[in-house]
Every structure is written in structure tokens, then in C-alpha cells.
């Protein structure tokens, strides 16, 4: 089992910035990925973003790309995300997740956080 708890959202203005945070403990060994999955009222959940957990390799969704960056610690075996430019668009919940596999998809993640509320105001 993986235990992954989120921080860091919040509300902000359109045009501001964001840092989420998210830690892991239990069989962190068995990560391959871990990724950020947002989910906004009456819409299905979807990607934003993953990373390679030991390699670092970056995966973004094309509406973020440009304005978030992934990144891991991986001796803290904490994941983040920053928010930047913000829109009113990017309000949802924001999920962390991982998964043993090398995916992008939600449904190929069997660990998930409580969800943390990013809202932006316009």
C-alpha cells in the first residue's frame, strides 16, 4: 500500500500561483509513476501531469503545458506541482496519485490522496 496526502491549495487570483504538495509513505518502492489529476464539478477527472518517479521524466497535459511544472523529491518521497498563470478554468479539485505502471491514465492508478481545492477568481 501507498499512503499519499496532499497540501498547498487554496484560493488565488487569475494570473497567481499555486504550490502543491504531496507526500508519500508506504511501499513507495513499488512507484513507477506519480502524476496530478484535477477534477472540476459536473466534469470528469482528468490528467495534468506526471512524473517518471526515479527518473524524472515529465508528462503534461496540453492545457497546463508552459504554466505547470512537476517535480519530485525523491529523498523526501514528496511530489509537487506549480501553478503558474493561473485561470479560472484551472479550479477543481487536485488529485495526487500513483501507480506501478508507466501511465498517464487515471484509471491506471491505484493510489490517490484525499484531494486538495485549487480556486482561481476571476
Known amino acids: 500500500q501507498v499512503q499519499l496526502v496532499e497540501s498547498g491549495g487554496g484560493l488565488v487570483q487569475a494570473g497567481g500561483s499555486l504550490r502543491l504538495s504531496c507526500a508519500a509513505s508506504?511501499?513507495?518502492?513499488?512507484?513507477?509513476?506519480m502524476g496530478w489529476f484535477r477534477q472540476a464539478p459536473g466534469k470528469e477527472r482528468e490528467f495534468v501531469a506526471a512524473?517518471?518517479?526515479?527518473?524524472?521524466?515529465?508528462y503534461y497535459a496540453e492545457s497546463v503545458k508552459g504554466r505547470f511544472t512537476i517535480s519530485r523529491d525523491y529523498t523526501k518521497n514528496t511530489l509537487y506541482l506549480q501553478l503558474n498563470s493561473l485561470k479560472p478554468e484551472d479550479s477543481a479539485v487536485y488529485y495526487c496519485?500513483?501507480?506501478?505502471?508507466?501511465?498517464?491514465?487515471?484509471?491506471?492508478?491505484?493510489?490517490w490522496g484525499q484531494g486538495t481545492q485549487v480556486t482561481v477568481s476571476s
Open positions: 496519485a500513483a501507480t506501478g505502471l508507466d501511465s498517464t491514465h487515471y484509471s491506471q492508478y491505484d493510489y
Open positions: 512524473i517518471n518517479w526515479s527518473g524524472g521524466r515529465e
Open positions: 508506504g511501499r513507495t518502492f513499488s512507484i513507477h509513476n
